[in-house]
T-cell receptor
């Protein structure tokens, strides 16, 4: 089955700096790559997603890049703010029709 | 409702007790997923439904876990003879099908004592 690895497990940045989280996956059939943000005690919420026919997608301060050849994708957050502090999960979707999640990155933005 | 609703939000069960967790997906969503999330970990897949059909139950950790969605809407995850290692947050998610956005419920935090 699909295996998704996410790095780093924790990330601390200063407010205004950029943060990058990377994920690798094993199943070349994966074709949908969402990123979820989970605040403490709350449900995961989609923040951005990308499909396999696209290499990059941006939404304001958030961007995702995908390298299908190398089977990795990354989340980029620019001009970080304290409210960006949360746990971020990458995920992949394959023909199994379920999302496989990475282990999460705890992002701490220091004011 | 406007989102995915799960009940109860919190459940404390004595070891050996049976529990039932409910998920109300977004109306019209054909896909429904159950995940188990241990503290500090990512959601781990348990099972998947498309309408009333359970298409994948490969993530269920043991035969004590059972899920159903008899009418293709509300789903119930049942855990029999709960063990301490079953303590976790159980998340339900629904989507319109295929590789589309999955919306999560608030989860049920199960604590087995």
């Amino acid at each position: 089955g699909e295996n998704v690895e996410q790095h780093p497990s924790t990330l601390s940045v200063q407010e205004g700096d950029s943060a990058v989280i990377k994920c690798t996956y094993s199943d070349s059939a994966s074709n949908y790559f969402p990123w979820y943000k989970q605040e403490l005690g709350k449900r995961p919420q989609l923040i951005i997603d990308i499909r396999s026919n696209v290499g990059e997608k941006k939404d304001q301060r958030i961007a995702v890049t995908l390298n299908k050849t190398a089977k990795h994708f990354s989340l980029h957050i620019t001009e970080t703010q304290p409210e960006d502090s949360a746990v971020y999960f990458c995920a992949t979707y394959t023909g199994r029709r379920a999302l496989t999640f990475g282990s999460g990155t705890r992002l701490q933005v220091q004011p | 409702g406007a989102g995915v609703s799960q009940s109860p939000r919190y459940k404390v069960a004595k070891r050996g007790q049976d529990v039932a967790l409910r998920c109300d997906p977004i109306s019209g969503h054909v896909s429904l997923f159950w995940y188990q999330q241990a503290l500090g970990q990512g959601p781990e897949f348990l099972t998947y439904f498309q309408n009333e059909a359970q298409l994948d139950k490969s993530g269920l950790p043991s035969d004590r876990f059972f899920a159903e969605r008899p009418e293709g809407s509300v789903s119930t995850l049942k855990i029999q003879r709960t063990q301490q290692e079953d303590s976790a947050v159980y998340l339900c998610a629904s989507s319109g099908g295929g590789g589309t956005e999955a919306f999560f419920g608030q989860g049920t935090r199960l604590t087995v004592v």
